[in-house]
């Protein structure tokens, strides 16, 4: 008897409850315009040692995507910092299975902070070719202590890579401009009108009193996911986020008309989107990996 696929471009919205890495397997190539991650740091330590990975038939010096000597620079990072290590070797798995899984147009946003960010670039240069690179975003926001004895950190950072540098989907039309930082050097239709987004945003995080506030403790901003699919996707497209948290992305994706995949393997992070999702118009079907629905 053949199976079901868990997934098909024609499903309903859907989230999945379990690992991610084995679902992404199972999951069709060139599927989803969009794909945006915000991984927990750390979570390597624990993760690698539960995951049997493959070891590679070809060798230290693999010629990864594009000709990029991939394992040499891996190497290379590994060998002075055990933490990134770990680390990578939970994400690299992960992170290729979602450079297979983007569509020809499709577009990566990797959300990470000051700590983890210069590695990823550099693998990530390595992982879907330099050329692919297309933004480094700063999200920058103000809240929460500072310390007195360096710079305090206030941003995150978003990598953003593109399946195919001569191809891929950006329509910074559709995305919500900004008020003019000088809105006394331009003219009034402009003031009016805003400017189009930098590669820096300006944005309040998710404060206590906030109406998107689900109580996931780390849940990012609408504001900023919605621009994300609003200037890397269109209408209809499938969107995905595998490490989905609060269904942030499928929040934003519910909103513009976008379809999604989330997977979280966190309890709490279902239920959490269960409530949240329940007042859209197009809730979605709780799977587990084996298919069968997780939530009644
Ligand atoms: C930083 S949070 C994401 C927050 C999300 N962007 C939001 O706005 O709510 C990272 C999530 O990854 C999930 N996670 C960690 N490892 C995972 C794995 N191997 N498979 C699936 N989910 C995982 C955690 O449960 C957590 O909810």
């Known amino acids: 008897m053949s ?52 070891v590679r038939t070809e060798g230290a010096s693999r010629v990864g995507f594009k000709g990029h000597t991939y394992e040499t620079i891996k190497g290379t990072l590994s060998s002075y910092d055990d933490a990134f290590a770990d680390y990578w070797g939970f994400l690299e798995p ?18 990470l902070d000051y700590r ?9 240069d390595a992982l879907f070719g330099r050329d692919c690179f297309l933004n480094e975003i700063i999200w920058a926001y103000d809240y929460g202590a500072r310390t007195n004895k360096r710079w305090p950190p206030k941003h995150d950072t ?8 001569d191809n891929y989907r950006f329509n910074n039309a559709e995305v ?11 003219t009034p239709e402009k003031v009016a009108r805003g400017k189009l ?24 901003p609408l504001g900023v996911i919605r621009r994300i699919v609003q200037a890397s996707s269109a209408e209809g497209d499938w969107v995905l986020d595998f490490f989905a948290g609060s269904g942030t992305l499928g929040a934003a994706a519910a909103e513009t008309g976008r379809r999604y995949l989330l997977i979280d393997q966190n309890p709490e992070a279902l239920k959490t ?19 069968q629905l997780a939530l009644s």
């Open 176 to 186: 919500d401009r900004e008020p003019y930082m000088a809105p006394g050097l331009v």
């Open 94 to 111: 992960r992170l290729e299975e979602a450079w297979r899984l983007l569509t020809e147009e499709g577009t990566l946003y990797l959300h």
């Open 158 to 165: 978003i990598l953003v890579y593109v399946k195919n540098p």
């Open 3 to 54: 199976q079901q696929p868990l997934w098909s471009p024609d499903a309903p919205n859907t989230v999945i409850h379990g690992d991610n890495l084995p679902v992404l397997e199972k999951l069709p190539s060139n599927s989803f315009q969009l794909i945006y991650i915000d991984p927990p740091f750390n979570t390597g330590r624990t993760m690698t040692r539960q995951t049997v990975r493959t």
């Open 273 to 291: 989107m269960q409530k949240r999702f329940a007042t859209t118009t197009t809730p979605p079907q709780f799977l587990r990996p084996n298919g």
């Open 197 to 220: 987004p930098t590669d820096v945003w300006w944005h309040t995080i998710v404060g206590p009193t906030s109406r998107e506030k689900t109580g996931y403790p780390t849940q990012k």
């Open 116 to 124: 983890e960010v210069h590695y990823a670039k550099v693998l990530l």
